[in-house]
Every structure is written in C-alpha cells, then in structure tokens.
C-alpha cells in the first residue's frame, strides 16, 4: 500500500500545505511518495526529497505544468495512478481544483476535508459548518482525497532523504492555457501559514478604523490579518483576508478576534486555533463560547492598551 500526495509548490520550494498532506498520508500506513509536477522545478523536487517521511520523490517536468493548470495536472496524476491505494492533496484552491478530475476519471468517490485517518480506508471531516464530524469509510480500491490542512501537523521539512525519479510530463490537454495572474505582494505572513492572527469583525465601522485598530496589533506580534465575512462584505477588509468555511480555514498557535460575534460560518474556518482570545462588548457573543480567554470590554479602548502594554 503506497500513498502519492501532489505537492503545492511555486517551482522553487514547497509550500506548507504539503507538509501536512504528507503526515496525513503517512497516518494511512505503507510508504509516502510526493508528486512534484511544474516547469524547471527541480528546487521543488529537491526540497520534497527531503521532507521526513517520504520515500520517494517524482519528478514531471513540462511547459504545460509550469502554472499547475487543473487539466494537466490532473492528467499528470492520472499517468502514474496505478500505482497507488491513496492519492492524497491538500485542500487549497489548487487541490480541490484538480481532485475532483482525477477522482472522476478513476470512477471513484472523492474524500473531502479529511481531519482525521481512522484507518486505511476509514476517515474522519468535518460537516454542518464543523457543527459534525462525519466518519467515512470508502471500499474503492483508490482513495482519492483532500486534507484539511489544519488536522495535521505538519511533516517536518527536513530530515529525509527519498530519492528523486524523473517521469515523462503529460502531454498538454489543451483545454485551457494560463493567460495571467495578478499576485497580491504582502510583507505579513500567509494567512494560513501564520502562527499568530488577530482578525477584525463589522464592528470596527470602516476600512479607516479596521487599518487604524488592527495594524498595530499585527505589526507588534508579527501576525497575520484576518477579517470576519461581515467585515468583508461590507468593504472594511479585501476578500482574501477573510476567515471563515466561505473563506480561509485556519489555525494558528494564536487567534485574537476584535469585534467578532462569532457566526457559524467563521467559527467553522478558526476554532481550531490552540489558543483563541476573543474581544467584544457583548456578554452574549457567540464567540465567546470558544474562546479560551474573553474580554468584555470595547475594542477601540482595549485594543490600544493591548499594544501599549506589548
């Protein structure tokens, strides 16, 4: 029984979500090989031979997978699946972009957002919002699946040493060509990477008050930004600060949450941060039933303070 995880990678190294698809991949027993499918990636290749725990590394090299374009990656997977029991990736963007292909094309079930692995063919994900936990046992013979990131520590980056194979590239599908991105520059940490967010909520009444609250706080602990889907939509965050299940799942080693109230929807994307710290003025605040340590107090006073005090 052999796993593949399909790296996430920007052709130079791998990005974090991979770590934790291999210790997911690693918690389903046998042997863990890593997929690294790009254009001149050979730095990413290298840098997943030596994540703990894999055995081997292979290598796809082609134009046509430079942008990781779902078609083609996915017809890359689909080359060497015959290989494999578990085809496992991270469930980011990209990797619910191409799982769903490759699952389709094996005729079998797709196992979403697992946090859990009970057993080879026996998980666990979240449903309702997080609101239940759905244990899924799947009898195909391939189990093609995606893993909340968040369930797993990640695999340490270093320490291993699986050899690197070089595969033939898929031929280009043809069915869809990269024209452009616009990439977001940010000098804080990625969002899900973190380990440290404070995120705002509506109350703090604009995009001005949201910057001028908020900004400090994150540059005096080092941490990411985040928004509530209300403070989103009413303009006081861009859309990809937003945390949340229509957002970013995340959990960081700390979340401090200003102004919060602590609807379905963003609880569903943070309350598996280790430590929560929740800051509103309502005592009846829904947020506050998963914090680990709540202030009553108004955020315009204590927010300063907190800062002044670090």
Do not use: W
């Not at 050899?163 to 990269?178: C, H, L, Q, R």
């Amino acid at each position: 029984m052999t796993a593949l995880v399909i790296a996430e990678h920007d052709n130079a190294s791998i990005k974090g979500a991979t770590l934790n698809t291999v210790a997911a991949a690693l918690a389903c027993g046998g042997d863990v090989h890593v997929l690294v499918a790009g254009h001149n990636a050979a730095a990413a290749a290298a840098a997943a031979a030596q994540i703990a725990g894999v055995s081997k590394v292979i290598h796809a090299d082609g134009a046509q997978l430079a942008h990781g374009l779902a078609e083609n990656v996915a017809a890359q997977v689909l080359a060497i699946a015959g290989n494999y029991s578990h085809i496992l990736f991270p469930a980011t963007a990209s990797g619910k972009n191409v799982a769903p292909r490759v699952a389709a094309k094996l005729d079998v079930a797709q196992i979403s957002d697992i946090t859990k692995v009970e057993s080879p063919d026996t998980f666990e994900r979240p449903i309702y919002a997080g609101n239940a936990i759905a244990t899924v046992q799947s009898l195909d013979a391939k189990k093609v699946i995606t893993v909340r990131t968040t369930g797993f520590d990640p695999a340490p980056a270093t320490g291993g040493s699986a050899a690197v194979e070089t595969a033939a590239a898929a031929a280009d599908s043809g069915k869809s060509s990269f024209v452009g991105s616009e990439i977001a520059k940010n000098d804080r940490p990625e969002l899900t990477a973190a380990k440290i967010i404070v995120s705002g909520g509506r109350a703090l009444g604009s995009s001005e008050k949201f910057n001028e609250v908020m900004t400090p706080l994150a540059d005096k602990l080092g941490a990411a930004i985040g928004a509530s889907r209300a403070a989103v939509d009413a303009g006081y965050a861009p859309n990809d600060l937003q945390v949340g299940q229509t957002g970013k799942i995340v959990a960081p080693q700390l979340y401090i949450a200003c102004g919060i109230s602590g609807a379905i929807q963003h609880l569903a994307g943070m309350k598996d941060s280790k430590v929560i710290v929740a800051i509103n003025k309502d005592p009846e605040a829904p947020i506050f039933s998963v914090a680990d340590y709540g202030l009553e107090a108004d955020l315009f006073t204590a927010v300063p303070e907190l800062v002044k005090a670090l």
